[in-house]
């Protein structure tokens, strides 16, 4: 083979055969093809697109270019959840200790902030003495003992991905689709758990911003899943305001733990539950295969929880009564971090500068550049231009309003923490900047008829077997009371 045959045959909008796509993978990794052959295929690819069979023959290459996790030695289902990553998404914290206390086991891999979304494992590092490093015997370990671990990604995992991206992130070659699934669902399977739960996010801060486009890649990506003979579902979530009102690392745990002690945010409550429901939901299916909703409703069983709402009552109570806050206390205790931070939270930001931002006029809070305030945050320091960079912990914004309220000049709209006063001024402007009024109508109390329409948090299920449905309004994990 050649690379130049097949830049030529992707350029001409041939599919390329399953060896082509392994010859290529296995030698890029090797370091056979440079990266000047390797970025033109890749732009090729961003043109001509790529079919089904290509993204299954690189998603299964990829997959294997490195170390597979092998969780056989765990005791029960193993079940993972992956968001496609958004501003103030915190849902990890909750939803990984969550699923534990349903009798799920958790071994999950997270990644770093990089750019506008941040990073569950800087998150976590947040609290002090927290590792995210554990040998892999350590790890499995944990996760039949409490249900529950959260370490950061292997460097040998998926080698191939690594590279690629890298390469795609310096040539304008991210935004392609079935380049965008394999690269997430190479990284999934070879994690290994049975079951994967995607939440992908659309929306104005998430990287997919078109909720057709999002759609269609939650497609692929349960289509990658079943070739690949794993149950997988997706969610399309919103992400066209933050989730939450905390955006940064401290502060997000701060959020975190108050929503594991039933005082959170009502989205992040709403989508926690709804996403460790469908993982339980998942998980049942797997060890139960029988069409669930053949069985009687009257079904009692605790360990076979039979219809969708069923699992989404089970996800309530475990938050409600403590035993995903008990989960997570175990996690970061194994794991080497000081409790105290977690019974005295306020303690996670330090002596960090604050500052408060407030509204310039009287006016509805109509819209917010959701991407524009995770660079606000990041200007603060709480994300990082590339990887390796360093964070602070303690910065962050802690928002006071969110679009869809009413304010008045001078009502506090967000707060900014940073431990280098000198970064507050660029982030208080970039965050001025984010936000959009609405003048106030005659009636103060009246809306105007041209506010934007906010996304609805579930949008859409696409099911293991591919099926989409649109979630009406009155989805029941939007109903959710705690």
Not at 228 to 246: I, Y
Not at 357 to 378: Q, R, S
Request: hydrophobic share 45%.
């Amino acid at each position: 083979m050649d690379m130049c045959d097949l830049i030529h045959l992707k350029k001409s909008g041939q599919a390329l055969t399953a060896a082509d796509w392994t010859w290529m993978i296995e030698g890029y990794v090797a370091g056979r093809i440079p990266d000047y052959q390797m970025a033109a295929f890749l732009m090729a690819v961003c043109f001509q697109g790529m079919t089904e069979a290509e993204t299954i023959a690189l998603t299964r290459q990829m997959t294997g270019s490195g170390d597979c996790l092998d969780l056989s030695s765990i005791q029960g289902v193993t079940s993972d959840k992956h968001s496609t990553g958004g501003v103030g998404d915190k849902t990890t914290l909750v939803v990984a200790p969550l699923a534990a206390a349903l009798g799920l086991k958790v071994a999950k891999m997270s990644g770093r902030s990089l750019g506008h979304t941040g990073g569950t494992v800087d998150k976590l590092e947040s609290i002090p003495g927290f590792c995210s490093e554990l040998a892999p015997e350590r790890f499995e370990e944990q996760v039949n003992d409490i249900g529950l671990a959260v370490i950061a990604q292997s460097g040998h995992l998926v080698p191939a991905d690594k590279k690629l991206y890298a390469l795609r992130d310096v040539t304008d070659t991210v935004d392609s689709l079935p380049l965008i699934a394999s690269s997430i669902m190479s990284k999934k399977l070879a994690a290994g758990a049975a079951t994967i739960v995607l939440d992908v996010k659309c929306g104005n801060g998430a990287f997919m911003k078109d909720p057709d486009q999002a759609l269609k890649l939650a497609q692929l990506m349960v289509r990658l899943g079943q070739a690949a003979g794993r149950p997988v579902t997706a969610f399309l979530t919103a992400m066209d305001r933050p989730l939450g009102q905390a955006v940064g690392n401290a502060v997000e745990v701060q959020e975190a733990i108050a929503t594991l002690q039933n005082q959170g945010p009502a989205d992040l409550t709403r989508l926690s539950i709804g996403l460790a429901a469908e993982m339980l939901q998942l998980a049942t299916r797997l060890t139960h295969p029988a069409d669930l909703a053949s069985r009687p409703a009257q079904i009692t069983d605790p360990a076979w929880p039979a219809t969708p709402a069923a699992c989404l009552r089970k996800a309530q109570e475990a938050l409600r009564s403590g035993q995903a806050w008990l989960r997570f206390r175990q996690m970061v205790q194994a794991q080497g971090g000081d409790l105290a931070y977690l019974d005295r939270p306020e303690r996670l930001v330090g002596q960090a500068q604050r500052q408060t931002l407030t509204a310039p006029v009287d006016g509805w809070f109509d819209w917010i550049d959701t991407e524009g305030v995770g660079l606000a945050a990041k200007a603060l320091g709480a994300g990082r231009s590339q990887l390796g960079e360093a964070l602070d912990p303690a910065a962050g914004i802690i928002l006071r309003a969110k679009p869809g309220m009413a304010v008045r000049q001078g009502q506090p709209l967000a707060e900014l923490l940073t431990s280098s006063p000198s970064r507050l001024a660029e982030a208080r402007e970039r965050l001025l900047a984010c936000c959009h009024f609405v003048p106030l109508a005659s009636k103060p109390d009246s809306k105007p008829v041209a506010c934007t329409q906010a996304l609805p948090l579930f949008i859409a299920r696409v099911s293991s077997d591919g099926q989409t449905e649109t979630l009406p309004a009155h989805y029941p994990a939007n109903e959710v009371n705690i």
